[in-house]
T-cell receptor, first 116, second 113 residues
Framework: AQKVTQAQTEISVVEKEDVTLDCVYETRDTTYYLFWYKQPPSGELVFLIRRNSFDEQNEISGRYSWNFQKSTSSFNFTITASQVVDSAVYFCALSENSGGYQKVTFGTGTKLQVIP | SQTIHQWPATLVQPVGSPLSLECTVEGTSNPNLYWYRQAAGRGLQLLFYSVGIGQISSEVPQNLSASRPQDRQFILSSKKLLLSDSGFYLC????????????FGPGTRLTVT
């Protein structure tokens, strides 16, 4: 069965510090998809990135970067020079084929607080 | 561009009362639609998903039901609410299957009293 673990429940950093949010997943499939979503205090989840299991290239988007390592089943998310607007709950998610249809599992989320 | 709407934004209902939450998507055709519940402001639980009109799959047994009367309309219902139904309900859509990213609505905060 698929599983997503975000071991960090809450993280607090001071503005301008770098912070890494960890995501470890379990799956028996060779083809799967990984996602990160941001949930600001307003509540609406915002899609950040999608990765498929065949693409291990790391990605950078502005202050955000993602490190996908199949060898350790991890898909970590780093925010460089954090800002107060980065304060939110961040979810990692895994999608794989299960019984003939795609099934998605979300982690329990990591609450990030950036202190000014 | 695509947009997703949910209403109402907040709702306070007594135990035993019925429920109807509505979600509509604009700017896309034949989307996959999903209902999630988020209890205590944290983890997301997939409740229902739909790949087409009248096609609903339930992920967990519960006091809720879902319907998709039109291509871009998804409704979450209950005949009699329980205290445990309180939570934050999110509707989402994706193009095609769950291998694609989902786009979420603003959510409905339901309090059952």
């Amino acid at each position: 069965a698929q599983k997503v673990t975000q071991a960090q429940t809450e993280i607090s950093v001071v503005e301008k510090e770098d912070v890494t949010l960890d995501c470890v997943y379990e799956t028996r499939d060779t083809t799967y998809y990984l996602f990160w979503y941001k949930q600001p205090p307003s509540g609406e989840l915002v899609f950040l990135i999608r990765r498929n299991s065949f693409d291990e290239q790391n990605e950078i988007s502005g202050r955000y970067s993602w490190n996908f390592q199949k060898s350790t089943s991890s898909f970590n998310f780093t925010i460089t020079a954090s800002q107060v607007v980065d304060s939110a709950v961040y979810f990692c998610a895994l999608s794989e084929n299960s019984g003939g249809y795609q099934k998605v599992t979300f982690g329990t989320g990591t609450k990030l607080q950036v202190i000014p | 561009s695509q947009t997703i709407h949910q209403w109402p934004a907040t709702l306070v209902q007594p135990v035993g009362s019925p429920l109807s939450l509505e979600c509509t998507v604009e700017g896309t055709s034949n989307p996959n639609l999903y209902w999630y519940r988020q209890a205590a402001g944290r983890g997301l639980q997939l409740l229902f998903y739909s790949v087409g009109i009248g096609q609903i799959s339930s992920e967990v047994p519960q006091n809720l039901s879902a319907s998709r009367p039109q291509d871009r309309q998804f409704i979450l219902s209950s005949k009699k609410l329980l205290l445990s139904d309180s939570g934050f309900y999110l509707c989402a859509w994706s193009e095609g299957s769950l291998r694609n990213e989902q786009y979420f609505g603003p959510g409905t905060r339901l309090t059952v009293t």
